[in-house]
C-alpha cells in the first residue's frame, strides 16, 4: 500500500479529541494484543487507558495525535522523560508512522533538556522499539486478575541532537504553544505499552 504522508498531520491533542482517541486506543489493544496477552490483562489495559487517563496524562504533559481530515489515526505522549500509550490504527500500522510519532516525541524531548528517554513496552511493541534503537532495561509484570500477570519491558534511549531527516519532511507538524512538563514518579505506575507493528 503506498502511504501519502503529506495527507497526515502531527498535531497536538485536543480535548475534543478525547472520544476518538480512547476508540482508537482500544480498538488497537483489542486488534494486537490477544495472542500475547491473557484476557484479564487485556481487560487491565482497556481499563487502565480510560478516558479519565488519557485526559490527565494529556494536561501533564503532551500528547501529539496523527490527524487526517479530522479523523485520528495515531497517538502518543511524553510526560517529563518518559513516552506513554504509543498506538497507530491497525490498518495503519506498517506505513511508519509509529517511527514518525516517536521521532516528533523524541524531538520534543531535547527540546526539554531530556537527554535519556523512559518506556514501558508492551509484549507486541517490543521489536517495534528495538528496531528504533531503544534498549531493554528489565523484563516486568505486573499481577492481574485470577492470578494471572501481564508481562511488559522497562526500554530506554539516549536522545543525540535530534535532525530532520527526508523522511519526515512530508509529514507537516502543526504549530503548538509552549506546554508545562511535569516528571511523573515511575514507581507504582502500571505500562502504558504501545502497539506492535506501528513503524
Same mark, same amino acid.
Given at each position: ?12 491533542f485536543k ?12 480498538k &488497537?489493544?483489542?486488534a ?7 484476557r ?11 478516558? +479519565? &487517563? ?13 490527524d ?9 505522549t511524553?510526560?517529563? +522523560?518518559?513516552?506513554?500509550r504509543l498506538?497507530? +490504527? ?6 511508519g508512522?509509529g517511527?514518525?510519532l516517536?521521532?516528533?516525541?523524541e524531538r520534543?524531548?531535547v527540546?526539554?533538556?531530556?537527554r ?6 508492551s ?9 528504533i ?7 516486568a509484570?505486573?499481577?492481574?486478575e ?8 522497562k ?14 519532511l512530508?509529514?507537516r ?14 514507581t507504582?505506575?502500571?505500562?502504558s ?6 513503524a
Amino acid at each position: 500500500m503506498t502511504t501519502r504522508m503529506a495527507e497526515f498531520t502531527i498535531r497536538k491533542f485536543k480535548e475534543t479529541d478525547l472520544p476518538a482517541l480512547t476508540a482508537l486506543i482500544h480498538k &488497537t489493544i483489542g486488534a494486537c494484543y490477544p495472542g500475547h496477552y491473557c484476557r484479564e490483562a487485556i481487560h487491565f489495559f482497556l481499563r487502565y487507558h480510560s478516558e +479519565d &487517563t488519557i485526559l490527565e496524562d494529556a494536561r501533564a504533559g503532551c500528547t501529539l495525535v496523527l490527524d487526517r481530515a479530522g479523523r485520528v489515526f495515531g497517538t502518543g505522549t511524553l510526560i517529563g +522523560d518518559e513516552i506513554q500509550r504509543l498506538f497507530v +490504527d491497525p490498518v495503519r500500522q506498517g506505513e511508519g508512522f509509529g517511527r514518525h510519532l516517536m521521532q516528533h516525541l523524541e524531538r520534543a524531548a531535547v527540546q526539554h533538556g531530556i537527554r535519556t528517554i523512559q518506556l514501558d513496552a508492551s509484549l507486541p511493541a517490543k521489536p517495534f522499539y528495538d528496531r528504533i534503537g531503544y534498549v531493554t532495561i528489565t523484563a516486568a509484570s505486573l499481577p492481574v486478575e485470577n492470578g494471572r500477570r501481564l508481562d511488559f519491558f522497562k526500554m530506554q534511549k539516549i536522545l543525540r541532537q535530534c535532525v530532520r531527516s527526508p523522511r519526515d519532511l512530508p509529514l507537516r507538524v502543526a504549530s503548538s504553544r509552549p506546554q508545562a512538563w511535569a516528571m511523573v514518579p515511575r514507581t507504582g505506575n502500571p505500562p502504558s505499552p504501545s502497539t506492535a507493528g506501528s513503524a
